[in-house]
């Protein structure tokens, strides 16, 4: 099993450029969860979904957008990135019964 | 405000002893408290789950300590190796399958 799978893995733009992060799951699990993370802050929540048709704001959701396009399939989309979205992105998917499973991740700069 | 606690600074043990990290949380009501092991440049992994009914979880060299009215839980690993340097994260549900993250606790486990 590929558990939870993100691309891309690294990933550079430039002010104002638009780029979708995507993510799937093989555990037939229907929360799934996007996180960034960053020096000194620790994984803050940016958007997630309960279930296949919902999606939730977290923490952190100003200047990004998500698809639950289905159960395998959680995207981040940012329309206009800024230099305070460089981080490091994580997916995750979870069971429901509390434990997440989480992606590789990617590391994406903002120039 | 709503606040999860971990001690920012490293903590550095002698192979053999018993490492302790602590989480602590304000504002929460969590039915679960989670703890992740991260290792540089991968993402969390789940290690322990505890329940808010439950005073104590063992996994291995690992226990899990959860006090509702001291809002704080204790992590520990016993006879620690170089292995188990790795930064460990606490986790709680802010609400139904939403995860919120502390900003993790370095461990160096020296020879």
């Known amino acids: 099993n590929a558990g939870v799978t993100q691309t891309p893995k690294f990933q550079v733009l430039k002010t104002g450029q638009s780029m979708t992060l995507q993510c799937a799951q093989d555990?037939?699990?229907?929360?799934m969860y996007w996180y960034r993370q960053d020096p000194g802050m620790g994984l803050r929540l940016i958007y997630y979904s309960a279930s296949e048709g919902t999606t939730d704001k977290g923490e952190v959701p100003n200047g990004y957008n998500v698809s639950r396009l289905n159960k395998r399939e959680f995207s981040l989309r940012l329309e206009s990135a800024a230099p305070s979205q460089t981080s490091v992105y994580f997916c995750a998917s979870g069971s429901g019964l509390g434990k997440l499973f989480f992606g590789s991740g990617t590391q994406l700069s903002v120039l | 405000s709503q606040k999860i606690e971990q001690n920012s600074e490293a903590l550095n043990i002698q192979e053999g002893k018993t490492a302790t990290l602590t989480c602590n949380y304000t504002n929460y009501s969590p039915a679960y408290l989670q703890w992740y092991r991260q290792d540089p440049g991968r993402g969390p992994v789940f290690l322990l789950l505890?329940?808010?009914?439950?005073k104590e979880k063992r996994k291995e060299r690992l226990k899990v300590t959860f006090d509702t009215t001291l809002k704080q839980s204790l992590f520990h690993i016993t006879a620690s190796q170089p292995a188990d340097s790795a930064t460990y994260l606490c986790a709680l549900d802010e609400d139904t399958d939403k995860l919120i993250f502390g900003t993790g606790t370095r461990l160096q486990v020296f020879p």
């Open positions: 555990m037939n699990h229907n929360s």
């Open positions: 505890i329940r808010e009914n439950e």
